[in-house]
């Protein structure tokens, strides 16, 4: 089965600074997404940054980069430049892909609270 | 291009009543599916549909159910609510994989 972990519940960052989300998954599948995804408070669910995990170059979306190893099954992210509207719940998310390449559910972690302090 | 849309946002129903969520996905989206979330058990997947047949199934009771229709709006349903059914039920749509957009959300409470 597959499993999404986020071992920090919260974290804290001054404005303007830089901060790293961990994420460590499971899975046995070879053919997968792995995804960030942003819940400010009003719960709407975000797409910060995405990876595929036959790429090795890490993806990155303006101030947001991610640091994927495979062979350890981690995929942190990094926010640069922190805003204050960066504050929010994030979740890491994997998608494994169905036979065939076809789309997969997403198997969310607990998430990591961010507050950014101005 | 319009985003995922869910109606309603909010909801209370009391125990025992049942309840109907709706969600349009995305213009040229065939694939839709469905996420609960609550404090406890974080987001958990409940379906997903793909040109109005399931493909895949989270480990929910029978009450859960859904459908899809042929224009890819999709319903999911909720029989005999317990207190235990409130939440978020978040539904994301999506047209190739590792492209997953979600709905604002529906709220439902159950007393």
């Known amino acids: 089965a597959q499993t999404v972990t986020q071992s920090q519940p919260e974290m804290s960052v001054q404005e303007a600074e830089t901060v790293t989300l961990s994420c460590t998954y499971d899975?046995?599948?070879?053919?997968?997404?792995l995804f960030w995804y942003k819940q400010p408070p009003s719960r709407q669910m975000i797409l910060v940054i995405r990876q595929e995990a036959y790429k090795q170059q890490n993806a990155t979306e303006n101030r947001f980069s991610v640091n994927f190893q495979k062979a350890a099954k981690s995929f942190s992210l990094k926010i640069s430049d922190s805003q204050l509207g960066d504050a929010a719940m994030y979740f890491c998310a994997q998608e494994v892909l169905f036979y065939g390449g076809s789309q997969g559910n997403l198997i969310f972690g607990k998430g990591t609270k961010l507050s950014v302090k101005p | 291009k319009a985003g995922v849309t869910q109606t309603p946002r909010y909801l209370i129903k009391t125990r025992g009543q049942q309840v109907t969520l709706s969600c349009s996905p995305i213009?040229?989206?065939?694939?839709v599916s469905w996420y609960q979330q609550t404090p406890g058990q974080g987001l958990q997947f409940l379906f997903e549909y793909f040109s109005e047949t399931q493909r895949n199934k989270g480990n929910f009771p029978g009450r859960f159910s859904g459908r899809q229709f042929s224009n890819s709006r999709s319903e999911m349903n909720v029989s005999t609510l317990e207190l235990g059914d409130s939440a978020l039920y978040l539904c994301a749509s999506s047209k190739l994989a590792g492209e997953k957009f979600f709905g604002p959300g529906t709220r439902l409470t159950v007393l």
């Open positions: 213009s040229g989206h065939r694939s």
């Open positions: 899975t046995s599948e070879s053919d997968y997404y």
